[in-house]
T-cell receptor
Framework: DTAVSQTPKYLVTQMGNDKSIKCEQN?????MYWYKQDSKKFLKIMFS???????INETVPNRFSPKSPDKAHLNLHINSLELGDSAVYFC???????????FGPGTRLTVL | GENVEQHPSTLSVQEGDSAVIKCTYS??????FPWYKQELGKRPQLIID?????GEKKDQRIAVTLNKTAKHFSLHITETQPEDSAVYFC??????????FGAGTTVTVRA
């Protein structure tokens, strides 16, 4: 299936831990994104990469570090997890910065 | 940056009736306006989009209108069906290439 995929789907962890979420797309797109959806369903952009170059870096704590090893992958590493980091994290991709964005299935992160 | 406001936050309609969701945006340079549908526990999925050089676009039971002067755009769903029940998000993209989302509208279609 051509799609945007994310792993894991669910992530439950203790405060203070470090965790990573992985994203892969096989749509041949060159731009990828991370969004955070909070408990009120609000969707907010965190980061975006175009051809492995960081192009959007919103006001996000520096505990969050994205990494794009190639155009098809964008990972998100989170250090020293806090309760407020609990949310659903969506990866998305598009062809160019102006293309339609297609979302992955989301990763529900719960910090205890 | 861009600020998108979306109304109403919840909408309940009788099956077969129409549903209208309205959004306003702040940045006159915004030029792309997608609408996403998100079912419970699922990913947001694009249902229709419109660019600033077009005033209206229709796809079967779904239509979007854009008023650039007033900086608002609307989603119209006709002949609603139970499967239209979901959260709908409008968004606007400006010159910084960021997609700014509205807060969402929870639509419930009553059978």
């Amino acid at each position: 299936d051509t799609a945007v995929s994310q792993t894991p789907k669910y992530l439950v962890t203790q405060m203070g831990n470090d965790k990573s979420i992985k994203c892969e797309q096989n749509l041949g797109h060159d731009t990828m994104y991370w969004y955070k959806q909070d408990s009120k369903k609000f969707l907010k952009i965190m980061f975006s990469y175009n051809n492995k170059e960081l192009i959007i870096n919103e006001t996000v704590p520096n505990r969050f570090s994205p990494k794009s090893p190639d155009k098809a992958h964008l990972n998100l590493h989170i250090n020293s997890l806090e309760l407020g980091d609990s949310a659903v994290y969506f990866c998305a991709s598009s062809q160019a910065r102006t293309g339609t964005q297609y979302f992955g299935p989301g990763t529900r992160l719960t910090v205890l | 940056g861009e600020n998108v406001e979306q109304h109403p936050s919840t909408l309940s309609v009788q099956e077969g009736d129409s549903a209208v969701i309205k959004c306003t945006y702040s940045d006159s340079a915004s030029n792309y306006f997608p609408w996403y549908k998100q079912e419970l526990g699922k990913r947001p999925q694009l249902i229709i989009d419109i660019r600033s050089n077009v005033g209206e676009k229709k796809d079967q039971r779904i239509a979007v209108t854009l008023n650039k002067t007033a900086k608002h755009f609307s989603l119209h769903i006709t002949e609603t069906q139970p499967e239209d029940s979901a959260v709908y998000f409008c968004a606007a993209r400006s010159n910084d290439y960021k997609l700014s989302f509205g807060a969402g509208t929870t639509v419930t279609v009553r059978a």
